[in-house]
């Protein structure tokens, strides 16, 4: 045994286990076995969960103004945000707020011109500490190969007249302008050189603090092909939970009458550490990344209110919870 170290003794018979005096059993464990010992059991713990914990709901809808079925996307929205839990606002989780429980909403529209495209958008724009305005502190996170962008409003440069650059990412592809629709109204949200993105958590307020959620939903804009967007839920083992297709808008002939999907997935617990979305096939330069050519624009996000992954060994005596276990330094 190296100097300075010491051994943990760990008595099982007296953790109430029903061991009889003479079938005691001690084991005789160093500091750094003990570490990779509660990690084995926190990881198996976390995979026996999520293995065993499926998908409590799963609210879908289409629908389009010119079709006049926008209430099926509105309706299974609705139903997904009664799913959550009340609407816990902005900035850090306090007062009547408990991690774990509610939710969080994320809309693009008062995201300022400087951040609109043309300009690249933060992954970490809703991801920051209390010094910013409490509407950047949701804990929610983007990643990509790409490049995030959310479209203009009427009046990009604030002069008081229209343009110059046109919303609904037109400046990228007048086919954009003519197929997308915002939801909430005006500025949807994009990805320029991938059809790909990650979502994570964090304890709002704290970026450095992983999380997880019950359940998350994306109001998509333009899905016209069947299997082109998905959303895939991971937990924090790396395990995919869910996988789920968005619902395609069925549209006639050749117009999607700038249409609307939503999907939204929520669990009986905080699982959820990152959602995968494909978003259609194409960016918005309608440059093909996935099999369908399918260009596709997201608008509201919907997600449970953040709750801190514990570190492993937190994990492990909050399963053993109230047991009384005795451990003798030695040495």
Not at 191 to 217: E, M, R, Y
Request: glycine letters at 12%; aromatic letters at 12%.
């Amino acid at each position: 045994m190296l100097e300075g170290a010491s051994d943990v003794y760990v008595n099982f018979a007296e953790i109430g286990l029903g061991l009889s005096q003479r079938n005691r059993a001690f084991f005789n464990l160093g500091a750094s076995h003990m570490k990779w010992f509660f990690q084995f059991v926190c990881v198996g713990t976390v995979f026996f969960l999520a293995t065993h914990v499926q998908a409590q709901l799963v609210r879908s809808g289409t629908g389009a103004t010119a079709t006049a079925d926008l209430s099926n996307v509105t309706n299974a929205l609705d139903q997904f945000r009664a799913d959550l839990g009340a609407n816990n606002g902005l900035g850090v989780c306090t007062g009547a707020c408990v991690p774990g429980v509610g939710r969080r909403e994320v809309n693009w529209d008062a995201v300022p011109d400087a951040s609109s495209s043309p300009a690249a958008f933060p992954g970490n724009f809703f991801n920051r500490d209390p010094s910013f305005p409490a509407g950047r502190v949701r804990g929610i996170q983007f990643s990509t190969t790409g490049t995030f962008e959310v479209s203009a409003d009427a009046d990009s440069d604030g002069d008081g007249n229209p343009g110059p650059t046109a919303p609904l990412f037109g400046n990228h592809s007048p086919d954009n302008a003519d197929d997308f629709a915002a939801f909430s109204a005006e500025r949807i949200f994009g990805i320029v050189g991938s059809n790909v993105l990650d979502v994570t958590f964090s304890l709002p307020g704290q970026p450095g603090i992983p999380a997880a959620v019950k359940g998350f939903g994306v109001v998509f804009t333009d899905v016209e092909v069947s299997g082109s967007t998905q959303l895939d839920f991971f937990d924090v083992g790396g395990n995919v939970l869910q996988s789920v297709s968005v619902p395609q808008f069925a549209f006639i002939g050749g117009d999607s009458f700038k249409s609307f999907s939503f999907l939204g997935v929520s669990f009986d617990m905080p699982i959820v550490s990152r959602v995968r979305i494909v978003n259609g096939g194409t960016d918005l330069n309608l440059v093909q990344f996935g099999s369908a050519f399918d260009a596709v624009a997201m608008d509201d996000f919907v997600f449970g209110e953040p709750v801190a992954i514990p570190e492993p060994t937190t994990l492990l005596l909050a399963l053993v919870g109230m047991m009384p276990v005795r451990f003798r330094r030695v040495g």
